[in-house]
């Protein structure tokens, strides 16, 4: 025989690894095709939204296709002092093909976003060339100053050449209060209206004491759902269960109801003699409220997941940890806890990502002081319609649970995981 | 030295789950010092109760058991200083085997140069020496068994108790590791009690083997006694192999009564019967009765053969003898060629001290 490593033949004469290929091809093809539909309906569901998101946060191609001869034509100018005569009068016939088509107003709305008084000054403006008051023979740039004296000013018109990019990080700035000034550096907003990133602050804060509630009383429940013996532990599942199979409108409505200054649990508290009546305290539209009720609803996402790794740890590791002689909490701390980790990873995973964009009872219940940033973003889809903006903190948002997935995975170890 | 025989004894233990039903009933057994004691029966006999009430897992409900003279009813687990193996080892998964086998040291807080050398004489016990950094994960079930033996060691308990340790290994290994547990507690002489339900592993390990039935001892006694000489019909049965007859003492004097069978009447050492008309079963060993017996024997009976099964070192022979259609003999594959066919009648012979009349079944 020789030594020398022999390409293995089948017994037709093909190449082993080759026939293999052959014969395992088929299958797969047949897999691929079953997880086929799956993999659409993720990228049209979910990798296509998110990709539409992330233009939609950082795209301001509006203004650049609204003022094309404008930009053009402020290529040349330094930005330091007012814009050459050239620049005004391309601005100005930018200007009348939009009154033409009436969408003036957009730009001024977007202008204004960019700095205040630009709605009046853009308001004005449009008065004049509807009456044709500007006379397009003489210098412009004249005329335009005279319609208003912000004209004349070379901020403002610093602040139309700063939009020329079709790309703009300003939202993401913004979310985290912060914008581009005039030279173009990031700087924060005045401290009176800093609010993003008290909401980012307390969303992350929220959520983690949510988790740890969540943890505190998920861990014995789960516990005694796999110790106690079958016909107690199903009931105690069902307990369990419950909420789950109850609409989250109800159950945040039902935790209104108890926790309103005259609801069930001030009323007891009044009974018991624990508060006076005419001091209930609040225990609603704050943070106590969104603590109580988003732990509760969050709960079975702590106890599943400790229930499920719970159930595999034999009951006689706890009786072999006292036989050897640890105390009960020995016994406990050095070999059940252990073995329950990857649970409480799981638990703890899932609640506070679910808890850091929660939306609709911290809207119900939070109050001024118990709102996260999820009703921030819903506020702006909603009643300002700046979609990009709110575009941009949901993949804030996103980001954030990767980064926390990322150091989960660091810490512990993502294979640690178990969900069930 | 002088050994306390009453080192471990359980006085007057009843043990119930429900209020209603006795799992354990009125339970007496001392354990002396050193001693390899086996409880062995069927599931369900209360065996298992018993070990993990001396444990401490489960409390009695009603009795007390004493350990070296002391009541340890009110005693937790963790300071009864009794190592104990499990039925699936109870290793924990997330532990080296040295950590597994410091645990115990550990939680005594036995100095660190003291653990390791305590770690390395238990493995170096168990012939698992070099595995200290191994998961129990990457050991396959014999290593596993013998490293919960290890850890149950380690702390040197004045007793350990096995709960059917072997029951998930395969035969062989199981055969290895009987003789294995066997030496080890030849060697330091720790009391061990041993629950199983293989009456093999119980005979060839235990010095005194406790049979349990319906929640009582049937029979405590060493294993040659156990299996040569049962107290009752229950132990014949369950211990070893067993012919049967069923009748009704018609003759009785000090050492042989008469029995009369359905059809046939033979000779049998009374053990549990007393006078004329008790009912009986009467229990022969398969290796005791003879095929073709040179000696003159007090029972001389023909059978018909009705199936013959190789065994490769003996044969067995199932006839029909005296209406007992399961009637078994052991033949050593050494005898001589004898004409097992079937349908042939042989002469088999007993004697009558081996014919042991029981209480009826």
Known sequence: MSSETKQILTTDGIPLEISLKKAERKNKIKAFLLVAPLLLFLIITYIFPIGEMFTRSIDDKMITNMLPKTFKSMETWDGKELPPEEVFASFLSDFKILVEKKEHGKLAQRLNKEKNGFNTITKKLFRQVKRNKIDETQGIKEQIMKVHKRWRNVEYWQAIKRTAPPYTSAKYLKAMDMYLNEDNKITQVSEDRRIHRILWLRTVEVAFFVTVFCFLMGYPIAHLLATLPMKYSNLLMICVLLPFWTSLLVRTASWMILLQQQGVVNDFFVMIGLVADDNRPEMMYNKVGTYVAMTQILLPFMVLPLYSVMKTISPSLMRAGKSLGGTPFVAFWKVYFPLTIPGIGAGCLLVFILAIGYYITPALVGGASGTLISNQIAYHMKTTLDWSFASAMGLMLLGGVLVIYWLYNKLVGVDNIKLG | ?361
């Open chain 2, 1 to 361: 030295m002088s050994k306390n025989t009453e080192f471990v004894k359980f006085d007057k233990v009843d043990k119930s789950y429900d209020g209603k039903v006795l799992v354990v009933k009125d339970l007496n057994l001392n354990i002396s010092e050193g001693e390899f004691i086996t409880m062995l029966g069927p599931s369900g006999s209360g065996k298992t109760t018993c070990l993990m009430m001396l444990a401490g897992f489960e409390t009695p409900t009603n009795g007390e058991i004493y350990l070296d003279s002391n009541p340890i009813s009110n005693i937790p687990p963790h300071k009864r200083g009794i190592g104990m193996v499990f039925q699936n080892y109870a290793l924990f998964p997330h532990m080296t085997v040295y950590e597994n086998l410091a645990f115990p040291l550990r939680v005594r807080k036995v100095q660190k140069d003291e653990i390791d050398k305590k770690v390395d004489k238990a493995l170096s016990m168990v012939s698992l020496s070099g595995f200290e950094s191994r998961m129990p994960a990457q050991l396959s079930g014999g290593q596993q068994q013998r490293v919960a033996v290890a850890r149950a060691l380690v702390f040197d308990p004045a007793v350990v108790l096995m709960d059917e340790p072997l029951g998930a290994l395969d035969k062989n290994l199981r055969e290895s590791m009987q003789y294995e547990i066997k030496h080890i507690h030849e060697n330091i002489g720790v009391t061990v009690v041993y629950v199983t339900h293989d009456q093999g592993e119980a005979l060839t390990m235990s010095n005194r083997i406790a049979v349990f039935n319906d929640g009582k001892v049937q029979q405590l006694s060493s294993p040659d006694k156990l299996y040569e000489e049962p107290v009752n019909s229950f132990v014949a049965e369950f211990i070893g192999e067993n012919n049967t007859f069923g009748g009704e003492v018609t003759d009785i004097s000090k050492d042989v009564c008469k029995v009369k069978l359905q059809n046939g009447e033979i000779l049998a050492n009374p053990i549990s019967v007393n006078s004329k008309g008790d009912k009986t079963t009467v229990s022969i060993r398969p290796e005791r009765a003879l095929i073709n017996p040179k000696d003159k024997m007090d029972n001389n009976q023909t059978g018909k053969i009705e199936e013959v099964i190789y065994h490769g070192d003996h044969t067995r022979v199932r006839l029909d003898l005296l209406g007992n259609k399961e009637f078994i003999l052991k033949i050593p594959n050494s005898s001589n060629e004898l004409d097992l066919k079937l349908g042939n009648e042989i002469k088999v012979g007993w004697n009558s001290q081996d014919a042991r009349a029981l209480d009826p079944k």
